[in-house]
């Protein structure tokens, strides 16, 4: 209990975790700009291109914002206190070490599933109002159907979060985490959605964006990701990016030298 009201108050002091939090929270902005925007070239369009105009979920769109975001708040978490040598103090407070790896990570989650939340649902009500009954009405869907892939979204910002702070603790670097970190939104999907079959969807099912989509069993048709997983096995894989590296790099922290 300690270790975790200890972890609280450290990210709490850090004028940078506001402004990481304030950052993802602008995924809202974003989203408003970008349905102001296409609401706008929908409505001065003729009447034919209308018919087959279609929108991808703007949600989801600026999702990789709080992803990102949160993903570099855990990697500071741990890297901050090598950089600054307070990691030494730390582990001879807290000697069986463990104990900061679990305690940051409940943090990070819990400020991450709140950010995530609050951006996704944010975003999603803003388009909505927005949006309206444009493009085929894909903002209609009644919000109790849109509710289960809303809260799956939520839970890859904590997902990015945890594998940020395991990341870090098994590299011990700030740019190794935030580059791979980053791969994993960008450059990993596009090299997926460019293999042969059937390896894109094989790589694409179990690539973090393709998980919501197969959890609450919505097509991913149209996208880079594939849909092989059952909702089990994507619950499954998603739990498995937010704990293995987290994992792995408590047990890391046991075996080094701080």
Known sequence: MNALSSEWLKIRSVRSSYL????????????LGLAWMT????????PAQKTGARLAALEEVVLIVPQLCMGIMGVLAMTSEYTTGLV????AIVPKRWPV???KSAVIGVVSLLTGSLATFGTYFVCRSIIG?????IYLVPFADKLPLLIAFSLTVPTFGLLGLGLAAILRSTSGPIVLLVSLVYVIPIIAGNLPQPWS??????M???LPREITGVSTIDTVYGSLLSP??????????SLLPVVIGAWLLRQRDA
């Open 101 to 103: 790896i679990a305690a």
């Open 39 to 46: 609401a706008d070239m929908y409505d001065r369009a003729a």
């Open 208 to 210: 973090i964006g393709a």
């Open 88 to 91: 030494r103090t730390t582990l």
């Open 201 to 206: 969807d094989r790589l694409g099912s179990v």
């Open 20 to 31: 990481i939090a304030g950052l993802s929270l602008c995924g809202i902005l974003l989203g």
């Open 133 to 137: 009954d444009r493009f085929a009405g």
């Open 232 to 241: 089990a096995a994507a619950v499954a894989v998603l739990v498995g990016y």
